[in-house]
């Protein structure tokens, strides 16, 4: 065994000592220069933890291509690949040896700028983050704590938020890497936070957000077999709000009064990384309504407050299902993580669905095409993005819709990095020996199984498009199952193999192809019709989807910069209030029975920005009329009017494109009398 193995197992033995402790797992062990494997640890129930239905695979191995390499690029070369170089909050941190903000920001950057360098295998973005990462663990205190926690705790109370978040990032870092120092810097960072936790509990944000420290322990714990690490995590739990006991009583059911209380339990970045709380806790305890309690909270947070995005308003706190009532940007990608988790945890399709639906609308409608700017808040119906002291959110500011460097606070700046990225990183996911596709775009994966070498890709412009084309390439005849995730509203779908017979699918399952793959390359065709639909929102707006696509009406913008006297506003990074050319204020003519009658789809092709209004792959054209008690009130389009509206404007075809391909929009519109 070689010294730095026995090095290792002597000083997780002594993170160990006081707490009962177990050998090191097999799958450890089996990998003893690296803590991570492609496959599943083994174990299971037997190591203390259920076995989720998919694991995802290591960070790396999969890799985008088509429209979402060209998204991911144009991350990394915006802000997200430069925020660290002048934002004094990112660049000047605490965690990197600065005197700037120490808590949550530099943490929440590099929670996105990891995955972003390696899905990208992007070599400067990697050295990027190694030199961040190297600085925080060569600053760990001998007491276990990073740099930035305050000598003084124990003296003083200390939110441990920032705490859970570093490990959180850091379990993804050596997962990419497999820097053995990594995971011993958690390691002693767990049992400090452990033992700081029986002093005083976890309140504030770490008792809000106490199911993110799992993510951590159980890595670690897969990694070690420590048992005082499941100790650990049933002290989180048990110090943790209470969110099941909550979405229980009639509160979380009343829309945050405008300009009203500000409050943790409905805070809605909370309520998005909640959504996968309990899914992560029955690993552990294996209550059955732990494992069924995400659907009943995503089925409240629909109803209450949601949005025609997948989406639910809080700006900042939950909001009700008014379409001008806004949604914070780091709510929309925690949401998208929690989603990643229940999909792997549950082998639910719907969760996947909805993580397509948010993916795909909510999160690029709320950047800039150039992915330099973004807003705070998004509203599905935004026919204006101004400084707007006469605005009615919730808590936030009159800034909070600008696309801009930091509007309203800077918490989105520095956590909106890990959307796009997490989500390529989750494309495909282990199953058992096999492999599924949970969600679609183009890319491609590399696993290894029962000693092949295993390629398999998806080759399609979905979900502007209903064709998927799979392609399963392996080194050797190797059998294994190829799961395929069906959506819920793709009636008569299909799956073709190497051309042959069409097979019919069932919508909103996943589907396994259990065969043996030869020797080279097979295709797979899966056709996914999208037909139009229309759904009922507020106040009996209408409006149409297709597919994971929510569509909005095209308007001309005007782009005006703002907030030019402020710090670090240079260029590229700027501020700017957007303004339509064109009218918002129409009502549409639709057969709700049969919208494909009236909405007609064509396909464009999908630009180089593909979530802009001139890269859209898709458009929309359908009728409606202008009306005219349809306006602006307190600077944002007023609520929809109720009922069928009459108009004597003339009919007109207006032009829809989808949502995520906006930056002002209507979404939810009146319904025209015939």
């Known amino acids: 065994m070689s010294t730095s193995s026995i090095k290792r197992r002597e000083f997780l033995a002594g993170v160990a000592t006081g707490a009962a402790s177990l050998a090191i797992s097999p799958w450890a062990r089996a990998s003893e220069s690296r803590y991570f494997a492609a496959g599943a640890p083994a174990g299971g129930a037997a190591s203390g933890l259920a076995e989720p239905k998919f694991r995802p695979l290591p960070l790396g191995s999969i890799r985008p291509e088509g429209w979402l390499l060209r998204q991911l690029r144009l991350q990394a070369d915006g802000l997200t690949g430069h925020l660290d170089e002048f934002w004094p909050d990112v660049a000047q941190s605490q965690w990197f040896g600065g005197t700037a903000e120490g808590w949550e920001r530099a943490p929440y950057w590099l929670d996105g700028a990891i995955p972003l360098a390696w899905v990208l295998d992007d070599a400067a973005l990697k050295a990027k983050v190694k030199g961040r990462v190297d600085h925080i663990i060569a600053n760990q205190r001998p007491d276990g704590w990073y740099a930035p926690y305050p000598a003084d705790a124990n003296a003083r109370s200390y939110d441990l938020w920032a705490i859970l978040l570093a490990n959180k990032v850091l379990v993804q870092y050596h997962e990419a890497t497999g820097e053995a120092a990594v995971l011993e810097a958690v390691m002693r960072n767990l049992k400090a936070t452990a033992d700081a936790m029986d002093r005083r509990p976890l309140f504030d944000w770490g008792k809000f957000r106490w199911y993110e420290g799992l993510i951590p322990v159980y890595y670690a714990y897969e990694r070690t077999g420590q048992a005082w690490l499941l100790d650990l995590a049933r002290k989180l739990h048990e110090q943790g709000f209470d969110y099941m006991t909550f979405y229980g009583g009639e509160d979380i059911t009343i829309p945050t009064p405008r300009r009203g209380l500000w409050r943790f339990d409905k805070h809605v970045v909370n309520t998005g990384m909640a959504l996968k709380a309990y899914a992560l806790s029955w690993r552990l305890s294996r209550r059955d309504t732990e494992r069924a309690f995400p659907a009943r909270m995503l089925e409240i947070l629909d109803r209450y407050h949601g949005q025609a995005t997948g989406m639910f308003t809080g700006d900042e706190c939950l909001s009700g299902t008014n379409p001008v009532q806004g949604t914070e940007l780091c709510a929309v990608v925690e949401a998208m993580y929690s989603l990643e988790h229940l999909v792997s945890i549950t082998g639910t399709p719907a969760f996947a669905d909805r993580l397509e639906r948010i993916a795909f ?185 297709r597919g994971p696509l929510v569509y909005s009406l095209k308007l001309g913008e005007e782009w005006t910069r703002v907030n030019a006297d402020k710090p670090h506003r240079e260029l590229p990074h700027a501020d700017w209030e957007v303004r339509p050319t064109t009218p918002w204020d129409y009502a549409l003519l639709v057969d709700e029975t049969n919208p494909d009658a009236g909405v007609t789809f064509a396909e464009q092709p999908v630009g180089e920005k593909p979530f802009s209004p001139d890269g859209a792959g898709m458009e929309a054209t359908v009728k409606g009329r202008q009306l005219r008690n349809w306006r602006l009130a307190h600077g944002w389009a007023a609520e929809v009017p109720p009922g069928l509206q009459e108009s004597r404007q003339p009919l007109e075809e207006l032009t829809l494109i989808p949502y995520g391909c906006t930056n002002i929009r209507v979404t939810e519109f009146p319904r025209l009398r015939e």
């Open 361 to 545: 609308n909510a999160l690029p409608a709320t950047f800039a095409p150039d992915m330099w700017s973004h807003q705070y808040d998004q509203q599905v119906n935004q026919v204006q993005c101004t400084i707007n002291p006469d605005h009615m959110w919730s808590t936030n500011g009159p800034e909070s819709n600008l696309y801009g460097l930091e509007p309203n606070y800077g918490c989105c700046t520095s956590n909106l990095h890990q959307g796009w990225p997490k989500f390529a990183a989750h494309l495909w996911m282990r199953a058992g020996d096999g492999i599924a596709a949970v969600a679609y775009a183009p890319s491609s994966a590399r696993f290894d199984t029962q000693g092949a070498q295993v390629r398999v890709a998806t080759v399609t412009d979905y979900p502007f498009r209903e064709t998927v084309k799979i392609q399963v390439q392996a080194d050797k005849g190797v059998g294994f199952p190829l799961v395929l995730r069906v959506p819920g509203w793709a009636q008569g779908a299909t799956l073709r193999v190497a051309g042959g017979a069409a097979e019919p699918l069932k919508s909103g399952t996943f589907h396994t192809l259990e065969r043996q793959w030869p020797q080279g390359s097979v295709e797979i065709d899966l056709h996914l019709p999208m037909q139009a639909k229309t759904s009922t929102r507020y106040n009996g707006a209408i409006a149409i989807e």
